[in-house]
């Protein structure tokens, strides 16, 4: 027996196995959405960019020369041109990526976690519990992010630290509303009731037998959402409130560029490319995990 066909056995001979076969039988869903592997391929290639910026910029991304090298367009020395203190622009959008990555990794670790726990438990418990928890998930919803993380962040203070902590106070309600219907589906299913019936407390059902029910449709939103985050946090930065000068924040980097968007229109454009570029990895990513993990693509 090949290995292909001991992974997609129809009789397992253990659970590693079973693991093992649905995840070879999603990997193989996703391979076959072109758009989702580019996605991929444009997310590993931020993350190798961010790993190695040492050793792919060419220049100094806080330090350049502004006597002789201020607002040069793109050429052989400087690729993608340099800005009004002469910094190179491409050296700068290689470390950028690593605050980008930094923003968008530390948000999904605070806020997913917390909109998960929120979710399950106002699912699995109802009653007031559900009611009150739920009201003020709807409070945050009411608010666009960009506004109510700006709202938080000019209380703070500007700062990498604060915008990532602004960021992840509103994006938390979307995976409560998801988790919170992930339970309700699965509360009054024969599985937990019979584990109800053999002791297990409600932490323990939550945390060891809902929460991982949940664990696929919460990838799939925080994935779609990291470039609303990344949006979000170059506005943050655009408007002055996010990374602090001299760090290479894409969305600083725009708003430096403005001022000279029509003659060096470069300065500007760079680093929006590079926003643009890495949030349609992202969708893409986020589109191609969805149909991977639909529990109806299994069927077909």
């Given amino acids: ?7 997609l056995s129809e009789r397992p001979a253990s659970r590693w196995q079973a693991r093992l076969g649905r995840a070879y039988a999603t990997w193989r869903r996703f391979l076959a959405n072109k758009l989702g592997v580019l996605g991929l391929f444009i997310i ?8 190695f910026a040492d050793q792919l910029a060419t220049y100094s991304p806080v330090v350049g020369d502004l006597k002789n090298a201020r607002l040069l367009p793109p050429s052989a020395q400087y690729w993608l041109g340099t800005d009004d203190l002469g910094r190179d622009i491409y050296s700068r959008i290689i470390y950028g990526s690593r605050l980008t990555l930094l923003v968008v990794m530390l948000v999904a670790i605070i806020a997913a976690p917390v909109g998960l726990l929120v979710g399950t438990v106002a699912g699995y418990t109802g009653g007031w519990t559900d009611a009150v928890l739920m009201r ?43 988790a919170r219907a992930e339970t309700l589906t699965v509360r ?10 053999m002791g297990a407390s409600p932490s323990r059902i939550v945390l060891r037998h809902i929460m991982p029910m949940c664990n696929s449709s919460l990838i799939v939103r925080v994935t779609l959402d990291m470039a609303g985050i990344i949006l979000t946090a170059a506005g943050l930065g655009f ?30 454009a760079m680093p929006g490319m590079a926003i643009l570029i890495v949030s349609l990895g992202f969708n893409l990513l986020g589109e191609g995990l969805r149909d991977a993990l639909d529990p109806r693509s299994s069927d077909q």
Avoid: C, H
Wanted: neutral net charge; hydrophobic residues 60%.
């Fill in 239 to 268: 408007v002055g409130l996010g990374a602090q000068p001299p760090l290479p924040e894409w969305g600083a980097m725009i708003a430096s560029g403005r001022r000279f968007i029509l003659d060096q229109w470069w300065v500007a």
């Fill in 188 to 197: 009054g299913s024969d599985y937990i009731k019979v584990v109800q019936q």
């Fill in 1 to 7: 027996m090949s290995s292909r066909e001991w992974l």
């Fill in 136 to 178: 003020i998930t709807d409070i945050f919803l009411a608010f666009p992010k960009l506004i109510l993380a700006l709202s938080f962040v000019a209380a703070l203070g500007p700062g990498i630290e604060n915008a990532v902590l602004a960021i992840a106070i509103t994006a938390w309600p979307p995976y409560a509303r998801i």
């Fill in 44 to 51: 590993i290639t931020l993350l190798l960019v961010a790993a």
